[in-house]
C-alpha cells in the first residue's frame, strides 16, 4: 500500500482509505463482521478511516471506536460534520454552537481525545466561512482535532475560505473531500486546479458511482437505493437518459478492463488514484468480499493509452448524471425565490 502527504498536514495516509459510510444499519447492520472488516483494511495496509455523524446516525461512529480499540495509533481518524443530526434546526450546520457540541459527540461515539481530520460535510450556506474557520481553529489549538477540512466545496467557495482564513489569520480548511470517479468527473474542471493551487489534500469517495463501476451494478443496489431514493428515485434505472448512458459506458469500460487484464472495480480505482490531485481513494464496501475485491487494486497503475480510451468513454471534466453531486446544489440554484425579484 503506497502512501502520500495529506496536503499541507503533514500526515501521511494510504492511497485508499476506508469510508465507513456502509457500517451501520444503512449498510451492515452486523457490528461485529463490520469491526472485523475495519480490521482486514488496516492489516491490508490502510492508514485512513473516514466516517461521519450522521452515518446511521451515530452507529457508523461507534463501530469505528470499538474496532480501533487498541490500534489508535494506527489509525488516521477522520469523520464530518454538518448534515443533519434530527429534526431541530440547530443540529446542522457550521455554526460554533453546533460544532463544539458535534466534536464532543464525535470524540464520544469514537471513544477518542482526538481526530486526525475533522470535516465540514457540506457547504452551510447560512453560516458565515468565518465563523466556522475560528470554531474549528479553537478546536486544533485546544487539541480536540489536528486538522480540518472540507467536502464537496466548489471551487469558489474553496477560495474564499482559504481568503477568509487567511484575513482572519485563522487556520484553514487543509484537505477537501470530493465525489470523483470515471462517471463524474467535474472536479477536473475546476476543483482539483483550484485545491492544489492552495496546496490542500483530497480524499475522493465513490469512485465506483455507488455501484455502477463494481462490475455488478446489482449487487449492494438495494441498500443503496434505499438510501438514496428520497433524492435521486430514478439512480439505478437503466431506462432513463442518463441511467441508459451509464448502462453504455459500463460495457465500454468493462471491455476495456478486460483488455487490460484487470477488473472493472480495478480500471475505476486506479482511474482515480491517477489524478496528481487525489491524495486517498474511499473505498467504501459492504462486506467483507466488497472490501476484498476492492484491496486487490493496491498499487495499479494505468497506462497513457488506456486513461486515453476512457477519456474517449467520458470526456474529461464532465458527468454522465449532473445528479451525482446530490445535496451540493447551492441555495442560489436550487430556491427558486432567491432568483426572482
Known amino acids: 500500500m503506497e502512501h502520500r502527504i495529506l496536503g499541507a498536514t503533514g500526515i501521511s495516509v494510504s492511497e485508499f482509505g476506508l469510508g465507513a459510510m456502509m457500517l451501520g444499519s444503512l449498510g451492515n447492520p452486523d457490528h461485529d463482521q463490520a469491526i472485523g472488516m475495519v480490521h482486514r483494511a488496516l492489516d491490508a495496509g490502510i492508514t485512513l478511516v473516514d466516517t461521519a455523524d450522521v452515518y446511521s446516525r451515530g452507529e457508523s461512529e461507534e463501530i469505528v471506536g470499538k474496532a480501533i480499540r487498541g490500534r489508535r495509533d494506527e489509525v ?16 446542522r450546520g457550521a455554526s460554533r454552537r453546533w460544532i463544539v457540541r458535534a466534536v464532543e459527540d464525535s470524540l464520544r461515539r469514537l471513544d477518542t481525545d482526538h481526530l486526525d481530520l475533522y470535516q465540514l460535510h457540506r457547504p452551510d450556506h447560512r453560516t458565515p466561512v468565518e465563523e466556522t474557520l475560528q470554531a ?29 482564513a487567511r484575513e482572519q489569520h485563522s487556520h484553514r480548511f487543509s484537505t477537501e473531500q470530493t465525489m470523483y470517479s470515471v462517471f463524474t468527473r467535474r472536479p477536473e474542471a475546476a476543483v482539483f486546479p483550484t485545491v492544489q493551487r492552495h496546496g490542500m489534500g483530497v480524499l475522493a469517495f465513490s469512485p465506483l458511482n455507488s455501484g455502477w463501476l463494481s462490475g455488478r451494478p446489482e449487487l449492494g443496489q438495494s441498500h443503496r437505493a434505499a438510501l ?5 428515485p430514478a439512480h439505478y434505472d437503466p431506462t432513463t437518459p442518463t441511467g441508459a448512458a451509464k448502462t453504455e459506458a459500463v460495457a465500454k469500460l468493462a471491455a476495456l478492463a478486460g483488455e487490460a487484464g484487470i477488473t472493472l472495480p480495478q480500471l475505476a480505482t486506479a482511474f ?11 473505498l467504501g464496501p459492504r462486506t467483507p468480499e466488497q472490501l476484498d475485491g476492492l484491496l486487490t487494486g493496491a498499487g495499479r497503475t494505468l497506462p497513457g493509452d488506456v486513461l486515453d480510451r476512457i477519456d474517449e468513454i467520458v470526456p474529461p471534466g464532465t458527468d454522465l448524471d449532473p445528479a451525482d453531486t446530490y445535496a451540493a446544489t447551492p441555495p442560489a440554484v436550487e430556491v427558486a425565490a432567491l432568483r426572482r425579484r
Open 272 to 282: 482515480v488514484r491517477a489524478h496528481p490531485a487525489v491524495t486517498t481513494v474511499l
Open 76 to 91: 488516521v481518524l477522520a469523520t464530518k460534520f454538518g448534515r443533519p443530526m434530527g429534526h431541530d434546526p440547530n443540529r
Open 136 to 164: 474549528l481553529t479553537d478546536l486544533v489549538r485546544a487539541g480536540k482535532i489536528r486538522a480540518f477540512g472540507s467536502s464537496m466545496f466548489p471551487a469558489e467557495l474553496v477560495v474564499e475560505a482559504q481568503w477568509a
Open 228 to 232: 438514496m431514493a428520497p433524492v435521486l
